[in-house]
């Protein structure tokens, strides 16, 4: 989970090194106003708690492709084994173990996010 907030002068995302949870863990560590500089404008400012932005880290929009293309990989390496050894039950129990980790972890993920940007510090 990537903490980010806009910056004032240039408008550019800035990241927000400090990690919590939620907004109120966070508030209770750093105070309601971070004071974010941006490297893009030369900037500082201060910011309120409720300006930072949860997003999903860029990795993690990466698993569905790499899962489908490992799921694909599986298929043909299980397909080459199912037909020597006469059993054809192992290719669906590998493809449906990946996409079972696959959408546990991107689930996870949105739910962490989803979770700190619904609470708001007063």
Known sequence: MNL???CKSCRSEIKVKVKQKNR???????G??????CAKCSTEHSYHLNRCK??????????FPVALILSLLLVFY???IGTRINSYQLIPVGLVIINLITTAISFSITEKVRYFNAYYVK
């Open 4 to 6: 980010t907030t806009l």
């Open 24 to 30: 109120y863990e966070l508030s209770k560590k750093v």
């Open 32 to 37: 309601n106003y971070l004071t974010i500089y």
């Open 54 to 63: 949860a997003k999903v880290p860029f990795i993690f929009k990466l698993i």
């Open 78 to 80: 299980l397909w080459d």
